[in-house]
Each structure stands twice: as C-alpha cells, then as structure tokens.
C-alpha cells in the first residue's frame, strides 16, 4: 500500500467508501485536476468545523464547495449574473471557482461570514462519482496544513495530515497524481463584471471570452481561498531570480560539501554547478503540473534554499507566477 505511515485505514480506491464517509459526518480526502482536497458534507457544520481543524485554518477564511453538476448551482447561489452563468455552463467540471451571492444551502460555517460563496464543479472521474452518490456539495480546501505547499499526490496528504486524520472512519481517496497541479482560478461574480480573485488554469483572456463580458482589474473586497501574501511555502528559502547563474556564486554548501540550494525552472533553463535540479519541466503546463511536488522534494533533501525562475507569459504562467511569488513571501 502506497503512503506509508499513517496509511493504514485511511487509504481507499473506492469512490463508494468515501461517499459513505462523508455522508456520515466524516471527512475525505479527495483527488480533482487541480490539488487534493479535504473535503466534508457542506451542509454539516460539524464536519466542516474539522476540516478547519485539520489544517489549522483561520474561520474567517471561506471554503470552496464542489458541486456534482452546473444543475446544483442554484441550490447554492442566489443572482447569478448572465456572465457567470455562461462560465459554469462551458468550464464546468474545470479548474474554474465562481463567488457568488451565497444562496439557502451555503451556511456561514462554509463562506467565512461573507454573504458570497466560493462554488466550483471539479475535474475528476473519481470525484464526480462521490459528489453523485454523495449528492450535496463538498468542503473541500487543499489537503495540507494551512499556507503550507498544497498536495498534487497522495503521500503529500498523507505527509501533512494522516495523523490527523481518523482511520476507519475518515479517508484519503488515492486518485493518482493530480493533472493541473495548481488550485483553480477563482473569479468574483458578484458584480456587474468578473474579477479574477486567484489566477489558475482558466485565464483571464477565456474568461472575457466566453462570460462576453470584460474583466474588471479593480480589487474586489472579497475574500477567497489562497490569496494571502505569504502562501504555498515550503520549509526551505525560496527565491525568485532570473538568471541563476547571477547568484550561483553565493550559493553556500554545508560542512560535508552537501549542496544546500535548489534549482526550479523550464528544463531551457542550464543548472549551475551546486545546484540541485528538482524539475526539468519542458513547458508550463509540465511546470504548473510538478511545481508543488519540486518544492516538496527541496525539504525531502534538507535543502535551505531554492532559487525559482518563473516562467512569462499568459495563461497558466501568470498562475505559475503567483504561486512563487506567495512561496517567496514566506521566507524565513
């Protein structure tokens, strides 16, 4: 059995186990395209509240809730704009989160106390099949320990929060390596015109395009999932530089000689001598994909630092961008 310690009694196959899970009032951990999520029955205010136990999330910061179809976005949301209704229509199930005016179903144990809810329809077979026999939206932050790197395999969830969790009644649904590897755009519905909250997967650009309307590039009060300024961090210093070799020459090793720095860029990028390569992605959509699990890897190997070279352009890149950006902040 994959995962290791902690694995024992939480480690499931099976779709049907985890419905059952959480129909119960337990939690599961569940794989989408994006990361793996820690998921409870939305509707059950006292599961939910372990899910913020479990990762050691502040209340006020809202959850996401995974519908099982566009069909369930009226039980959850009240005034839907035009716009909105479109995105759900032609991204879902996709890495796309659409914060509207939270409806009935959507308790404050869910939203942070906002009056708007976070919803979005995951891109998963094995998920979509719990959301089915389950039927009611599921909680479901990333399955880590809050602002630490979010998990895109299994032994990541079970790394952070097995021993937290609850064997025989709680479960880690072993879906495989996530497909995005990062969380989804989240995009404010509640005005007139969308703004993007936390970029991903789905740009902008596609936004515009398909809600017919133009993005609005104002801050939005709103507050949503993943946006503080220091997030996603690892235990070791990340840095963000454009050319590695500029500082190559500072890079320090430890008393045996043992490189202590790592080095995260598109494989075009060359690797100079005393770096560790974590990753040699050959576009962004392969970076976004390891992204988490490099950084993961850089504390498997004690590293102290790494130096990341983000990657421009649009799209998948910006969220790139971001998520190292949020991982930099964070050092210590």
Sequence with gaps: MRGGTGATGLLTTSPARAAAALAQGHLAVVPTETVYGLGARATDPSAVARVYAVKGRPADHPLIVHLPGVDALDDWACEVPGYARRLAETLWPGPLTLVLPRGERAGGHVTGGQATVGLRVPDHPVTLEVLALVDDGVAAPSANRFGRVSPTRVEHVLADIGTRLVPGTD???????????????????????PRILRPGAVSAEQV??????????????????????????????????????????????????????????????????????????????ELAAVLYAALREADALRLTSVLAVPPAGAGLAEAVRDRLRRAAADAR
């Design 171 to 193: 479960v880690v649904l072993d879906g495989g390596a996530c497909r995005v590897g990062l969380e989804s755009t989240i995009v404010d519905a509640t005005a007139a015109f």
């Design 208 to 285: 515009a395009e398909i809600g017919g309307v133009a993005v609005d590039t104002s801050r939005s009060p709103v507050r949503a999932p993943g946006s503080l300024a220091a997030h996603y961090a690892p235990r070791a210093r990340v840095t963000l530089v454009d050319d590695p070799r500029t500082v190559a020459a500072q890079v320090a090793r430890d008393p045996t000689g043992r490189p202590t720095t790592g080095l995260l860029a598109l494989a075009d990028v060359a690797t100079p001598d005393g770096l560790v390569r974590l990753a040699a992605p050959t576009t962004v959509d």
